[in-house]
């Protein structure tokens, strides 16, 4: 970002803890703020009328929420709720649109995310499409392994279940044959990740394109953590 386009919006900057399952967005409401995120991980999850859901796009230290107002638009189709708890920097909605409208070389910068995060979303829906659940399992591990200080996971069966769209029996089925072949360690509420190396090549090429992008637009994401 450009040093006179922070200017812009650093006044406005505050700090905020985000706890678990906190709703940063909320579907077909006016997006209030949007966060910069520093720790932690939110997803953005997409919805049935009947109430199913499912994870379509992941936010960690590497960008932000509310990129609909990026676009010209004060609201999302999809909901985003902190995954992980973590930490963000906000800015009111207002405060950030008057200076997307002060300065082109801001929105053509956040343009970028928003061009990334179109091509995360397309790789979720084509892994979700095409591939076992041990591969959409083993992409979502790294993904997570991306934004997260070290290899541990506090997550439930459950919840996984829940952000891959699928029955818990199925998850735990699989994160047992992930164990099996020491990819992972499965405890209760906690994954371990042990061979990254395996679970990139048990992904199946699902991962790594979208990781490419961000690199290609804005930089390593790996560098972006440190």
Request: hydrophobic fraction near 45%; include cysteine; glycine fraction near 8%.
């Amino acid at each position: 970002m450009m040093p006179d386009d922070l200017a812009l919006i650093q006044p406005y900057m505050t700090r905020r803890g985000l706890p678990l399952r906190a709703m940063l967005v909320t579907p077909d409401t006016p997006i209030e703020a949007v966060h910069f995120m520093e720790h932690g991980i939110a997803a953005v999850i997409a919805r049935t009328a009947s109430g199913h859901g499912a994870e379509v796009g992941f936010i960690g230290f590497e960008g932000m929420t509310g990129a609909s107002l990026v676009m010209g638009d004060d609201r999302a189709a999809h909901a985003c709720s902190m995954l992980f708890e973590g930490e963000a920097i906000r800015i009111d909605a207002t405060h950030f649109n008057a200076a997307l409208a002060a300065s082109p070389t801001l929105r053509l910068y956040l343009l970028r995310f928003v061009n990334y995060m179109q091509t995360q979303t397309g790789c979720t829906a084509l892994a979700n499409a095409q591939l076992k659940l041990e591969e959409r399992l083993a992409r979502w591990l790294l993904m997570c392994d991306d934004r997260l200080p070290d290899e541990r996971m506090a997550i439930t069966h459950e919840f996984l279940a829940s952000m891959l769209g699928v029955r818990r029996p199925g998850v735990t089925i699989t994160l047992q044959l992930l164990e099996g072949r020491s990819l992972i360690r499965s405890r209760r509420g906690e994954v371990i990740i042990r061979d990254r190396a395996g679970l990139i090549e048990l992904a199946n090429g699902s991962y790594g394109e979208a990781e490419a992008e961000y690199a290609r637009l804005i930089g390593d994401i790996g560098a972006a953590q440190a």
